[in-house]
């Protein structure tokens, strides 16, 4: 079992940037998958990014592609997500999630992931 401690939200103005942390509990962080979600006010928690056990492969939301950089550091049981040029409409609750299933592919469906943190907001303002 591992459980996730988001940080580092808050408020920004469009164009600017912050970095998220996600820190795992446990001793099996590099068993897992880990993935970054949002979910506006009214909408469904959708795909941000995900970073394979290794670390080496990431893949992301075509609306964050280019702005996003997703890294994990094993040491630190610590996932982050350095988010760069934002925009209002990046406005949400930012949640990490870990998945210890295998995946074939990327993990990009919310299902996909058996623990999720608590959230940290993002606002950004125009």
């Known amino acids: 079992q591992v459980q996730l401690v988001e940080s580092g939200g808050g408020l920004v103005q469009a164009g600017g940037s912050l970095r998220l942390s996600c820190a795992a509990s446990?001793?099996?962080?590099?068993?897992?998958?880990m993935g970054w979600f949002r979910q506006a006010p009214g909408k469904e928690r959708e795909f941000v990014s995900t970073?394979?056990?290794?670390?080496?492969?990431?893949y992301y939301a075509d609306s964050v592609k280019g702005r996003f950089t997703m890294s994990r550091n094993a040491a630190k049981n610590t996932v982050y997500l350095q988010m760069n040029s934002l925009k209002p409409e990046d406005t949400a609750v930012y949640y990490c999630?870990?998945?210890?299933?295998?995946?074939?592919?990327?993990?990009?469906?919310?299902?996909?992931?058996?623990?999720w943190g608590q959230g940290t907001q993002v606002t950004v303002s125009s």
């Open positions: 970073i394979r056990r290794s670390g080496l492969s990431t």
């Open positions: 999630a870990a998945s210890s299933f295998y995946h074939s592919d990327y993990a990009r469906q919310v299902p996909e992931y058996d623990y």
């Open positions: 446990g001793r099996t962080f590099s068993s897992y998958t």
